[in-house]
């Protein structure tokens, strides 16, 4: 069965700082990996998304990740956090070779950020 | 702009209604998607649908069942309301990946509290 572990579930760092927010998955062959973002009181929006090739994946709000197979890991990263990126960030997979598609997501990692 | 809708933003029931839940999405998406969102615990799958009157269940499909009768249209329900059902329902869609898609729309949420 396909699942993602986001073992981190409360992060803070301060504004200006760097972000990595990590994401593991089980997935038994090559996956479809997203991030996504819920602002308090919002609904989701997809942050970037992998499903080949090259294994640097840029996305919107200045966010990356990078998809690591020997790790089965899709950590997400930013060089430097703004107040606004304040949210709850989900860690997703799916498969999708098969025709139709089950997405399984994380519990969430929380993050805030101080002045 | 892909629109999901979801019919009612807040809910109130007594334990043993039957409840209905409707999603309706504007994009001739494949793919139709319910979960439910609690504090802690991320999203978790209830039932998803890959094609009209075809469905198959997710992590937690127990209590549940789902309704797929026109492509765009993509019901939950609810038949025996209970108390631990309270919680926030997300309705999503996608295109198939190997169609371009693969992204996750999502409604704006149904709050459901069961008393």
């Known amino acids: 069965a396909q699942s993602v572990t986001q073992p981190d579930i409360h992060i803070t760092v301060s504004e200006g700082a760097s972000l990595e927010l990590r994401c593991n998955y089980s997935y038994g062959a090559t996956p479809y990996l997203f991030w996504y973002v819920q602002s308090p009181g919002q609904g989701l929006q997809l942050l970037l998304k992998?499903?080949?090739?090259?294994?640097l994946v840029q996305g919107i709000k200045g966010f990356e990740a990078e998809f690591k197979r020997s790790q089965s890991s899709f950590n997400l990263r930013k060089p430097s956090v703004h107040w606004s990126d304040a949210a709850e960030y989900f860690c997703a997979v799916s498969g999708g070779s098969g025709g139709y598609q089950k997405v399984t997501f994380g519990t969430g990692t929380k993050l805030q950020v101080i002045p | 702009d892909v629109k999901v809708t979801q019919s009612s933003r807040y809910l109130v029931k007594r334990t043993g209604e039957k409840v209905f839940l409707e999603c309706v999405q504007d994009?001739?998406?494949?793919?139709m998607f319910w979960y439910r969102q609690d504090p802690g615990l991320g999203l978790r799958l209830i039932y998803f649908?890959?094609?009209?009157?075809?469905?198959e269940k997710g992590d937690i499909p127990e209590g549940y069942s789902v309704s797929r009768e026109k492509k765009e249209r993509f019901s939950l329900i609810l038949e025996s309301a209970s108390t631990n059902q309270t919680s926030m329902y997300l309705c999503?869609?996608?295109?198939?990946?190997?169609?371009?898609?693969?992204?996750?729309?999502f409604g704006e949420g149904s709050r459901l509290t069961v008393l």
């Open positions: 999503a869609s996608s295109k198939n990946p190997g169609a371009g898609g693969g992204e996750l729309f």
């Open positions: 992998y499903f080949s090739g090259d294994t």
């Open positions: 649908s890959y094609d009209v009157k075809m469905k």
């Open positions: 994009m001739d998406h494949e793919n």
